[in-house]
């Protein structure tokens, strides 16, 4: 079986790099802490590394402090692991890590992905990266620490939107039964990711929802987020992570964009749908990826043009749907 393969390469390996991709979630962030854990707990460290910060929002996990965005030291590693990538674009400049290893081992869940590893343990059935190192821990310690418990919950509860998004499954919820068995305190994890806001997030919220724009009867709804907003407002822009679902959520609503402005000018774009618009498709178009209920993509363009042609595209998708 591949996860017998992956851990025998686990054991193998003398220095072990785990890269995780740009603008890390909570699936990313907590699926690289528990497979980390896993590691330590036979017996290998591992370094851990992302291009970007974690988002304040996770900084409850233990271990958040210990990613790096470069080598810092050692430059090349026994086997590098991707950690909810879809491809090798998706770390950035840690790619470099990944390139300099001896082996390589690509652990993921999204339809998407492009098998660039050694070694590829992708599972387009699992809710989240996290449900997955869920197994490979099992397989090899049977009974995980609270750490390691603590950091999978976070990962697949934020993948699945607090196991609400139609890619939930009842392995999702096996899975976070048994990880309460482990004794986390699923009251405090819940806090912690969807009620604790800082105020700038808050003020950087009402920012976005004023710049609210709805189209195609109200089919669409368009959210924008500047780099003023963020600048007046004192946010990270870590804190626009679930701001999208609002536009997704009002009445009538069958795709939600939030358009955040990058420094360089350019446009991260988020995508929700309800689930009969495929986002993830969508996101393709445009050189990203995700799911069908929900993904993402950079646009090398400014605001005004990303918005002018993502409502083209969605336009068209909602077409689609009616015929």
Do not use: W
């Not at 699926?31 to 460290?45: R, T, V, Y």
């Not at 197994?135 to 049977?142: E, I, S």
């Not at 997030?201 to 709804?221: D, P, V």
């Not at 993509?297 to 689609?320: D, I, N, Y």
């Amino acid at each position: 079986m591949i996860i017998d393969i992956v851990l025998r390469e686990f054991i193998q390996a003398e220095h072990i790099a785990i890269i995780t991709h740009i603008q890390p979630d909570g699936d990313a962030v907590g699926s690289c802490l528990a497979l980390a854990e896993i590691l330590k707990e036979i017996g290998k460290d591992a370094d851990l590394f992302c291009q970007d910060r974690i988002p304040a929002s996770l900084s409850f996990l233990a271990g958040t402090d210990q990613f790096k965005s470069e080598t810092a030291g050692r430059m090349s590693y026994d086997l590098a692991i991707a950690v909810d990538c879809s491809d090798k674009e998706r770390m950035g400049a840690c790619a470099a890590v990944f390139d300099n290893a001896g082996n390589t081992i690509n652990i993921d869940h999204h339809i998407s992905n492009v098998f660039f590893a050694n070694i590829n343990l992708v599972d387009s059935n699992a809710a989240a990266t996290g449900e997955i190192i869920y197994q490979l821990g099992k397989a090899r310690l049977g009974k995980l620490s609270r750490q390691t418990a603590e950091a999978l919950y976070t990962a697949i509860s934020t993948d699945t939107g607090s196991f609400c998004f139609s890619s939930t499954t009842p392995q999702s919820y096996r899975i976070a039964a048994e990880l309460m068995d482990c004794g986390i305190d699923i009251e405090h994890i819940t806090n912690m990711l969807y009620k604790t806001n800082r105020v700038e997030r808050m003020r950087l919220l009402g920012k976005a929802l004023q710049s609210l724009e709805l189209y195609e009867n109200n089919q669409i709804a368009v959210l924008t987020i500047t780099q003023d907003d963020l600048i007046s407002t004192g946010a990270m822009e870590s804190e626009t992570e679930n701001i999208v679902n609002y536009a997704k959520d009002i009445v009538g609503v069958k795709v939600g964009i939030l358009l955040k402005e990058t420094a360089d000018g350019s446009v991260k774009a988020s995508f929700r749908s309800n689930g009969g618009v495929d986002v993830g498709k969508l996101a393709a178009q445009f050189g990203g990826g995700g799911h069908r209920a929900a993904s993402g993509a950079s646009m090398q363009m400014s605001v005004p043009e990303a918005k002018s042609e993502l409502l083209t595209a969605v336009q068209t998708a909602l077409g689609e749907m009616i015929q």
